[in-house]
């Protein structure tokens, strides 16, 4: 009885800790990457703000992991299926595309595309995600790594739109 008294009381107080811990971490968790791409911003921009295009740049979306919700561009807030997330059209302005990464499971996301020409063949590209993260210690703690679990797929799928962007 004892042992089973001493092993919950552990239980109880290393959560305690860790949910402790985590509190002391922020509430949010921002990704970003940079590239810039030799092309002028309207080539660029020809691939950012329709998510139609987006199939071209983005890893694995030109197979069917990659789903267009909204056939319609023209029509408010289009949406596609990628892999796990659906990712609703926020705002497109004309240097700026903001969407939301819903999951399945899990937090959304806001992401923001904007862009910024430097000269008249140069454009840099700013990405970013922005994560909000509930008071749970498990989310804090992991959230450590969103750096480095989303960073790669970013860097890819910047390398691919400059590689796009550039060759048209």
């Not at 509430?27 to 030799?38: H, L």
Request: proline share 4%; net charge positive.
């Amino acid at each position: 009885m004892r042992f089973i008294k001493l092993a919950l009381i552990s239980i109880v107080f290393i959560f305690l800790m860790f949910t402790l811990i985590g509190l002391l971490m922020p509430s949010s968790v921002t990704v970003g990457r940079t590239a810039t791409i030799n092309a002028p911003i309207d080539s660029v921009k020809f691939y950012i703000n329709n998510l139609h295009h987006w199939k071209y740049w983005l890893p694995e979306a030109d197979t069917n992991y990659f789903d267009v919700n909204n056939k319609h561009p023209h029509l408010s807030n289009p949406k596609i299926m990628y892999g796990n997330y659906k990712i609703i059209l926020v705002n497109n302005d004309s240097d700026k595309t903001v969407t939301v990464w819903k999951a399945k499971h899990g937090n959304d996301e806001l992401c923001t595309i904007s862009l910024q020409s430097n000269n008249i063949n140069s454009t840099d590209v700013n990405w970013s995600f922005i994560t909000h993260l509930h008071w749970y210690p498990w989310q804090r703690l992991t959230a450590m790594l969103r750096d480095k679990i989303v960073g790669p797929s970013m860097d890819s799928s910047l390398a691919k739109l400059k590689q796009v962007a550039e060759k048209n």
